[in-house]
């Protein structure tokens, strides 16, 4: 069965850094492109990145540009998103979603991110 | 950026009735070298993730059952669910993938 599942979201302040994890499971993992997509409370679907199979091609969203690394280990079939400089907007839940021949046709439970003081 | 954008954001339909979203984006996502839309349609039921459901504009994804279908090219597209279940309610999305990711702000869909 193919599965992600996110781990790391959590209450962090302000300024504060998190790292999110994705574990993959069922596919091989390394030959596809990985993306983060958040969603606020209540909100609608943002992308956030994406890293090509082997991590040489990162591409992030404005908005969160220069503070957030997305990266993968193919060894241990795992995504990453190490966040910094939070702010209370990127209070949403986080998503790791898979690429393949068809667009994010695997989403992963989500983990949620808390900004707040 | 492409901006998609969809309507209506809140839709009521009786069970077994047809129910229709729209989606238009600001600038064309069809590809002329091999001529498809990279457009994808999404499901999202509280509390789960999205589901795919439709992607190249029109092609259902594996499973997807086939009261959904989409149709539409270059900036206008539609998702329709022939007759509505009870399970069909959630919140829809369109995704543009031409140019990097962009969704629609989302369609609620209930039960008249």
């Known amino acids: 069965e193919v599965q992600l599942v996110e781990s790391g979201g959590g209450l962090v302040q302000p300024g504060g850094s998190l790292r999110l994890s994705c574990a993959a499971s069922?596919?091989?993992?390394?030959?596809?492109?990985m993306n983060w997509v958040r969603q606020a409370p209540g909100k609608g679907l943002v992308w956030v990145s994406r890293i090509n199979s082997d991590g040489s091609s990162i591409n992030y969203a404005d908005s969160v540009k220069g503070r957030f690394t997305i990266s993968r280990d193919n060894a241990k079939n795992t995504l990453y998103l190490q966040m910094n400089s939070l702010r209370a907007e990127d209070t949403a839940v986080y998503y790791c979603?898979?690429?393949?021949?068809?667009?994010?046709?695997?989403w992963g439970q989500g983990t949620l991110v808390t900004v707040s003081s | 950026d492409i901006v998609m954008t969809q309507s209506p954001d809140s839709l009521a339909v009786s069970l077994g009735e047809r129910a229709t979203i729209n989606c238009k984006s600001s600038?064309?996502?069809?590809?002329?070298?091999?001529?498809?839309?990279?457009l994808a349609w999404y499901q999202q039921k509280p509390g789960q993730p999205p589901k795919l459901l439709i992607y190249?504009?029109?092609t259902r994804e594996s499973g997807v059952p086939d009261r959904f279908s989409g149709s539409g090219s270059g900036t206008d597209f539609t998702l329709t669910i022939s007759s509505l279940q009870a399970e069909d309610v959630a919140i829809y999305y369109c995704q543009q993938y031409y140019n990097w990711y962009t969704f629609g702000q989302g369609t609620k869909l209930e039960i008249k």
């Open positions: 600038q064309s996502v069809l590809y002329d070298s091999n001529n498809k839309n990279y």
């Open positions: 069922g596919f091989t993992f390394s030959n596809y492109w």
């Open positions: 979603v898979r690429v393949g021949a068809l667009p994010f046709d695997c």
């Open positions: 190249w504009a029109s």
